[in-house]
């Protein structure tokens, strides 16, 4: 239950995955992993409250935690979600990073992708490809070989940048003496940027006036950007750790919900209306304030499991029908499909919130009755 408990907290986006992969999580007696550096790994997937990773990754890493320490090399691509998080080796590929506050200060061989509240791309940070960046407080003074798009409340830009500059409603773009921009900048804000002296914008600057948003409305804007990140790596991931760590119970309650849908959309309905009631009513009574707790607890721990296998069963259905096939599979293709996909819908009125509470309900209303039977030990009926 700890393990499952953490991982529903972990925050995480999508790097390319290998089928084979090791997983790491905390114990009972330790929430925090690190990876010596005289460990030999390829893809690793790692959750818990502190990760520090000091050895090479030969493969993938997808780490996650309040605290996330990457000090080892990365030879493909990097996805990482957390509170803090550190990023000081090299990236050979792609690097996703979405978290509190951001560092990165680490090679990125391909592109960055990061979003957070105060981000840092620091000065040793060399970024090949392109980088696109959003956050409360956004500094980059690491040499950028491709395009630099950023959005966000404070912008700081003091670093070489090779190609055009693209910055978005910002309250204030600041260009310091050590930026060279090659290509154009365009940006848009409420004021003009301030250009320290001996700063070099070669390709031109085109401002385009904005109204003056409040300091509220910025920081807003910011994290919806970062919260549509991590919510996408955040489903991924723990859809990932249901499946490999939980596979007894996902494989199962995800075809039952598949197969029997209205059922399951029944028992999900009933239960979430119900349930709440039944725990209002032990909380009067001192006898039953202890059940109540107890019934709360499982209620909000199935309701987040029930979003997760939403995702997963959204994506089997995708997959089913791209690959004009009846049989379910479930891998990190399917958790991956399933948590872009409900992202897409999010955005989409009245149908897509539908489509999303449905498969919600049917989801939700399979997992009770897998709860339901595995304590009558008797398997779903498929």
């Not at 070489?160 to 365009?186: F, H, M, W």
């Not at 001996?198 to 919260?227: N, P």
């Not at 595995?374 to 009926?381: G, I, N, T, V």
Request: hydrophobic share 50%; net charge positive; aromatic share 6%.
């Amino acid at each position: 239950m700890k393990k499952l408990f953490f991982v529903t907290l972990a925050l995480l986006l999508m790097p390319t995955l290998a089928y084979a992969a090791e997983l790491r999580g905390p114990n009972d007696s330790n929430d925090s992993l690190t990876v010596t550096k005289t460990e030999k790994v390829k893809n690793l997937y790692i959750a818990a409250s502190n990760v520090t990773v000091d050895a090479s990754v030969s493969g993938d890493l997808v780490a996650a935690g309040g605290d996330v320490l990457i000090n080892g090399d990365v030879e493909q691509s990097l996805l990482a979600a957390g509170g803090t998080i550190n990023v000081r080796g090299s990236v050979g590929q792609n690097s996703r990073v979405a978290g509190g506050t951001i560092t990165i200060n680490g090679p990125v061989h391909q592109d960055l992708v990061v979003a957070g509240g105060t981000v840092t791309v620091g000065s040793g940070a060399v970024v090949s490809g392109d980088l696109l960046i959003s956050g409360g407080t956004v500094r980059i003074e690491g040499h950028i070989m491709g395009q630099v798009r950023a959005s966000g409340g404070t912008v700081v830009l003091d670093s070489p940048v090779d190609g055009n500059v693209t910055v978005r409603q910002v309250d204030s773009l600041e260009i310091g003496k050590d930026a060279v921009i090659k290509g154009k900048l365009l940006y848009s804000s409420a004021k003009e940027a301030t250009v320290a002296s001996g700063a070099q914008l070669t390709g031109g600057i085109e401002y385009t006036k904005v109204a003056q948003r409040s300091g509220f409305d910025g920081r807003i804007r910011g994290l919806f950007s970062a919260a549509t990140l991590i919510s996408i790596l955040s489903t991924f991931l723990l859809a990932l750790a249901l499946l490999y760590w939980l596979n007894r119970l996902t494989r199962p309650v995800v075809e039952h919900a598949y197969k029997k849908m209205p059922e399951s959309i029944g028992i999900g309905l009933v239960t979430l209306i119900v349930v709440p009631v039944i725990s209002l009513i032990l909380l009067i009574t001192l006898i039953g304030m202890k059940f109540a707790a107890a019934l709360g607890l499982v209620y909000v721990i199935s309701v987040l499991l029930g979003s997760t296998l939403a995702s997963l069963l959204l994506g089997s259905i995708i997959m089913r029908l791209v690959n004009k096939s009846s049989e379910l599979k479930l891998d990190w293709v399917v958790a991956l499909v399933g948590a872009v996909s409900g992202a897409i819908l999010m955005v989409i009125p009245l149908i897509g919130w539908v489509i999303l509470s449905v498969l919600f309900l049917a989801a939700f209303g399979s997992l009770i009755k897998f709860i339901y039977n595995d304590h009558a030990h008797k398997p779903l009926p498929l």
